[in-house]
């Protein structure tokens, strides 16, 4: 008897369960984010051990605003997951709004060591290092994406200001120029080009 009342216990608390992500889905579709977070911070404190739950309330925590406590449950999922680089790399947006840029930085190439080539991480490292002024190590980083994502237009774009930065003005017009063949329109290029004279 015990056994079928635990079986039933286990089955209402998994459709509960599944009923409440189904809802935070539905608020998040919305744009509902601080109330479908409130749906996951429920279930994170209902199961403190679960990494989706954590994953979800960083991202949720991420689109509400909520950027110190996005990185909190992102740091509970690392936790949970040691191994693994999907919270890792989600932490990195939550550092980089709050210029939190030197752990946006040591998370990115926490990645690194698990995942040399990750786009996401090495695209973000050199974004930091770009917002806090280290030119000559973003410059490093965009070249190696650009090598290997020679139409990527955002790395393009990233790699030609940072020449800029690092006052290299004909490297920078090569960059602008190249990107521009890829999207003439582009008003980042455009102005870039200009500043490149």
């Known amino acids: 008897m015990k056994i079928i009342f635990l079986f039933l216990f286990c089955l209402i608390g998994n459709s509960l369960t599944a009923d409440s992500i189904r809802d935070a889905y539905n608020l998040e579709k919305k744009k509902s984010y601080a109330k ?8 994170c404190s209902e199961d403190a051990h679960n990494y989706f739950f954590h994953l979800k309330a960083g991202w949720l925590a991420y689109l509400s605003g909520r950027l110190s406590k996005s990185v909190n449950f992102y740091n509970k999922a690392i936790i949970i997951e040691s191994g693994a680089i999907e919270p890792r790399i989600a932490l990195l947006k939550p550092l980089i709004a709050l210029g939190k840029y030197k752990q946006a930085q040591a998370t990115a190439k926490s990645v690194l060591r698990l ?41 393009l774009i990233g790699l030609g200001w940072t020449y800029l930065r690092r006052g290299k003005k004909r490297s ?25 004279k």
């Not at 977070?37 to 429920?42: A, C, G, H, S």
């Not at 695209?123 to 994406?145: N, P, T, V, W």
């Open 115 to 155: 995942d040399s080539k990750n786009y996401i991480a090495r695209s973000r490292i050199a974004y930091s290092l770009y917002l806090s002024g280290q030119f000559r190590g973003a410059e490093k980083y965009y070249i190696s994406l650009v090598y290997d994502y020679p139409t990527d237009v955002e790395m």
């Open 36 to 43: 479908a977070l409130k749906i996951y911070e429920r279930l």
């Open 172 to 196: 920078a017009r090569e960059v602008f120029q190249r990107a521009r063949n890829i999207q003439p329109e582009n008003t980042r290029i455009l102005k870039g080009l200009v500043s490149a």
